[in-house]
């Protein structure tokens, strides 16, 4: 009995990497079309910005009093560094 | 359009290119034991889409690297490209991809070395490409910028379907080998 044998698609090996090229040449420039349309999205996942900024704000926390002539500053400044203390051995 | 735009336009095109040059160098590496891409083309042509995509990947992966080291706004400095999960904001889904894109590196040298290791060592660090494909899709799913767009997360879903589609042809065909 004779077995028949299907012909790929895409018989040719140029012509199957130029379709892959192709499809990686697409999405390169698609998406570089598309994202220089939309170049801010707020609905992003990461924000490097909004990360950066509640810090920030919260490890400043100066109150500025203003009455006539006289400004009054109370400043609180937030430190990470360790207390050196040094215990006497006897 | 500033530098820093441009960088961070170079760095969504690119990134989103180097997905998809693996997803086609994962399927067709894949489809060269389970003969899942027959209907496409012979396995001649299938190898030479697998080492085309690799190659193509290494590229744009870097393009992508450098563009957001360059970019301020990201602010990924040298030491994230080789210690994964450094990063201030986001660590986990930028380590990932730093976590893809050392093991491909890895799968990559190892392939230009392949004369010189054993087979059965080329084909455990071969292996590592699948974890390396989980990582870039969950990198790309949790960090990428315009995954939420309905069209990419389509292709970017369907893609990683195919992929598991051929991983379980391939399984299958293997079990089917031993059983023989």
């Known amino acids: 009995m004779e077995r028949r044998t299907r012909t790929p698609l895409v018989s040719s090996v140029d012509a ?31 924000q490097p910005a909004a990360v950066t900024a509640a810090p920030a704000a919260a490890a400043k926390t100066t109150t500025t009093t203003t009455t006539g002539r006289l400004q009054l500053s109370r400043g609180v400044t937030i430190t990470t560094a360790l207390p050196i203390t040094r215990t006497h051995r006897s | ?15 989103t290119a180097a997905f998809v040059a693996l997803v086609l160098s994962v399927v067709s590496g894949m489809a060269l034991r389970s003969g899942a891409l027959t209907w496409l083309s012979h396995n001649r042509a299938v190898k ?21 080291m360059l970019d301020p706004y990201s602010r990924i400095g040298v030491v994230d490209l080789i210690v994964p999960f450094l990063v201030s904001y986001g660590s986990f889904a930028i380590g990932l991809g730093t976590i893809s894109l050392e093991l491909v590196v890895v799968v990559l040298v190892s392939t230009w070395m392949r004369s010189s290791l ?6 455990a660090i071969h292996r590592l490409s699948y974890v390396a494909f989980v990582a870039a899709f969950a ?3 949790l960090a ?14 369907l893609t990683a379907s195919m992929v598991l589609v051929v991983g379980f ?12």
């Not at chain 1, 998406?31 to 609905?43: C, E, K, R, S």
């Not at chain 2, 054993?118 to 084909?123: D, I, K, P």
């Open chain 1, 16 to 46: 199957l990497l130029a379709v892959a090229a192709g499809v990686i040449a697409l999405s390169l420039g698609g998406m570089t079309l598309y994202a220089g349309g939309h170049l801010h999205n707020a609905g992003a996942p990461l």
């Open chain 2, 1 to 15: 359009m500033t530098i820093t735009d441009l960088l961070w336009v170079l760095a969504r095109s690119t990134g």
């Open chain 2, 48 to 68: 030479e889409v697998h080492y085309l995509t690799s190659v193509v990947w290494l590229p744009l992966a870097a393009v992508h690297v450098i563009a957001l």
């Open chain 2, 118 to 123: 054993s087979q059965q060592g080329w084909l």
């Open chain 2, 139 to 141: 990198h790309g799913l």
């Open chain 2, 144 to 157: 990428g910028t315009d995954f939420a767009q309905p069209l990419l997360s389509a292709l970017a879903w």
């Open chain 2, 169 to 180: 042809r391939r399984l299958t065909a293997s079990r089917a080998r031993q059983t023989l």
